[in-house]
């Protein structure tokens, strides 16, 4: 049985899950998320909680998709009330970022700045070399964050690229002259 799967979600004040054609939507002070729903996965919505199911609870499939649905419902409800938030650093000489309209402009040593186009569900927002993402969507932000990342990833000899906020960059010694004999 799927552990994740058992568990009630709890419905919060001000959060409505509603069921409709194969989509589960979810709606709340920071927006509202839509998500498909397998056919092997059950919802239902019972006084302020949902419960997901399956009809063969030893079937491998359907109990993986259990606990998959189970945790998407959950993360859509935090992200509606609470939201996500992921923090990117930018480390390098001459290496700058700056907001142009909704989108990112960044300037990470190549020949011609880099324009990275945000989805419409991410706010960016940036403060000398850190770039704030914030999304009610945990997956929409997860895309932008690797992304942006990946324009410049942190290399490990002078540290420089772009980077989580939290991730720490293993330093390379450099090559080594070789000592005459």
Known sequence: MSRIGKQKIEIPNG???????????VKGPKGEL??????????????????VRVENEENKKERSLWGTYASHIKNMI?????????????????????????DLKLEVGYSHP?????DEKVSASVEKNVITLESPDKEALGRAV????????????????IKYMDEIIRRKAGKAAKTAE
């Open 114 to 118: 880099v324009l990275y186009k945000l």
């Open 15 to 25: 959060v409505t899950v509603d069921i409709k054609d194969g989509r589960i939507v």
């Open 146 to 161: 690797a992304e942006i990342r990946s324009i410049r990833k942190p290399e490990p000899y002078k540290g420089k690229g």
């Open 34 to 51: 839509e998500r498909d729903l397998n056919d092997l996965v059950k919802i239902s919505v019972e006084d302020n909680e949902v419960k």
């Open 78 to 102: 935090e992200g509606v009330t609470e939201g996500f938030k992921k923090q990117l650093e930018v480390n390098g000489v001459g290496y700058k970022v700056a907001m142009q309209g909704k």
